[in-house]
Each structure stands twice: as structure tokens, then as C-alpha cells.
Nanobody, 116 residues
């Protein structure tokens, strides 16, 4: 069973930057696409970024394009989300997961709060 441990969330001012990390275990990490998701209270969890198994293909939801960068290190079984030019609407819980492994439980997430 896959396990995801997210970290790096913090309180940051608008315009600031954060890097989130996700440690993965329990499956062969290097063959799976990995996603970062965001959940805001009262709204459904949404995917914000995706990266292919070898890292060559990256996709982003429209409102984070040009500001967020997803990356991965297959040797370390880690996936990252570099977030720049943060906005208050980026506030939420952030989770990583593989979309192909929908039986794995969600991690605890990491909280990002963008506020002055």
C-alpha cells in the first residue's frame, strides 16, 4: 500500500514562496505519474500539478501556471512543488498522490496559508 507524507507548508505573505515536499513509500515510485492536489474548506479537492514518471511531462491547472513548478527525484522517492508569487487564494491543504493508485489512502497533507 502506498504511503504519502507531505511537508513544507507554512504561513507566508502574498507574493512569497514555499517549497512543498512529499515522501513516498510502498510502491515502485518511478513508474507512476504523481500529482499535487489542493483542498480549500468547503470545496472539492482539486489537482493543481502533475508530473510523468520520468519527469519530462508536467501539467498545471490554469491558475498556477507560471507560478508553481512540480518536480521529482525518483532515487529518493520524493515529489516537490515549488510555489512562487503566492496569492491568498492558494491557501489550503496540499496533498500528493498517484492518480493510478486510487486505493492508497491520502496523506495527512500540509497546510499553506497565504496572508498578510
Amino acid at each position: 500500500q502506498g504511503k504519502f507524507v507531505e511537508s513544507g507548508g507554512d504561513l507566508v505573505q502574498p507574493g512569497g514562496s514555499l517549497t512543498l515536499s512529499c515522501s513516498v513509500s510502498g510502491f515502485i515510485f518511478g513508474v507512476y505519474t504523481m500529482d499535487w492536489y489542493r483542498q480549500v474548506p468547503g470545496r472539492e479537492r482539486e489537482r493543481v500539478a502533475s508530473i510523468s514518471p520520468n519527469g519530462t511531462t508536467r501539467e498545471y491547472v490554469e491558475d498556477v501556471k507560471g507560478r508553481f513548478t512540480i518536480s521529482r527525484n525518483n532515487a529518493l522517492k520524493m515529489v516537490y512543488l515549488q510555489m512562487n508569487s503566492l496569492k491568498p487564494e492558494d491557501t489550503g491543504w496540499y496533498y500528493c498522490r498517484s492518480p493510478a493508485r486510487n486505493l492508497d489512502p491520502w496523506g495527512q497533507g500540509t497546510l499553506v496559508t497565504v496572508s498578510s
